[in-house]
């Protein structure tokens, strides 16, 4: 069963950086497509950022591009979301999620086939 724990969430100030991280088990990190989502206050989940298995594809919300770096690494069963020139917009619980299918598919929810417990980050003006 896989499980996935993340970390490095926090409160910084608009324009700071934070890097999240999220660590993998029960199974084999590298046969899985992996994914970052968030979720404000009122808010659905949303999509941030998704890595293929090898990390040769990325892809970004458009509110992530050239703000956010999305990255594995498959010898450690990590993933990480480096999120710079952060904005009070970004204020939410950010998900990390081993997704299934195929790419066009994972910026859903509905392609996700585990989740972790999340991680709080709090932009402050």
């Known amino acids: 069963q896989v499980q996935l724990v993340e970390s490095g969430g926090g409160l910084v100030q608009t324009g700071g950086s934070l890097k999240l991280s999220c660590a993998f088990s029960?199974?084999?990190?590298?046969?899985?497509?992996m994914a970052w989502f968030r979720q404000a206050l009122g808010k659905e989940r949303e999509f941030v950022a998704a890595?293929?298995?090898?990390?040769?594809?990325?892809y970004y919300t458009d509110s992530a591009k050239g703000r956010f770096t999305i990255s594995r690494d498959n010898a450690k069963n990590t993933m990480n979301l480096q999120m710079d020139s952060l904005e009070p917009e970004d204020t939410s619980v950010y998900y990390c999620?081993?997704?299934?299918?195929?790419?066009?598919?994972?910026?859903?929810?509905?392609?996700?086939?585990?989740w972790g417990q999340g991680t709080q980050v709090t932009v402050s003006s």
């Open positions: 029960g199974g084999t990190f590298g046969n899985y497509a």
């Open positions: 999620a081993a997704v299934k299918g195929a790419a066009s598919g994972w910026k859903y929810p509905h392609s996700v086939s585990s």
């Open positions: 890595i293929s298995w090898s990390g040769a594809a990325t």
